[in-house]
């Protein structure tokens, strides 16, 4: 397959099976441009949002906030450009603060699960390092599933196929 050259925009038109047969070289070369371009793409993306929002940001909080809202999307005109500006809300809990509550609804007899949401985890590390007997109790509460492959290409000098 070396008669193909090999960049970014040419990826659509290569099948699973046509890349999977790729030389050495040919997959550590694209593997490199896919990594510069993504970077490329993360830092252009940076650098066009803070333009957009040096040049809308302003007039586009002032718009929410003349529609009474703190967070949301709204819409601006900038001659024939529509731009839509969204902020959304983010919001965080004092884990300390709520697990004292927790304790007072379960006090007082309710349910946790009626007031909040409860995701209850261990660790790996925590659990790795427990006792057998500890583990045993847990142990049927714990799911182990494969997470998404990685993979990294490095050339090793001196070696060859």
Known sequence: MSHLTLTPSTLPDLSVSQLAALSQQE????????????????????????????RYGEQARSALLESGRDFGVTHLSDGQLRVTYEL????????????????RIVAAGD??????????????????NWPPALKEQFSAAR???????????????????
């Open 143 to 161: 799911t182990v599933k494969p997470g998404k492959p990685a993979f990294r290409l490095a050339r090793v000098e001196g070696e060859s196929a």
């Open 88 to 103: 959304p809300k983010r919001v965080s809990w004092d884990q300390a603060q709520l697990s004292k509550i927790a304790e």
């Open 27 to 54: 997959l550590q070369e694209f593997d490199i441009s896919l990594a510069l371009l993504a970077t490329w793409v993360k830092l252009s993306r940076d650098r066009l949002n803070t333009a957009l929002e040096q």
């Open 111 to 128: 349910r946790i699960q009626d007031y909040m949401d409860v995701d209850l985890s261990v660790s790996e590390s925590r659990f790795n």
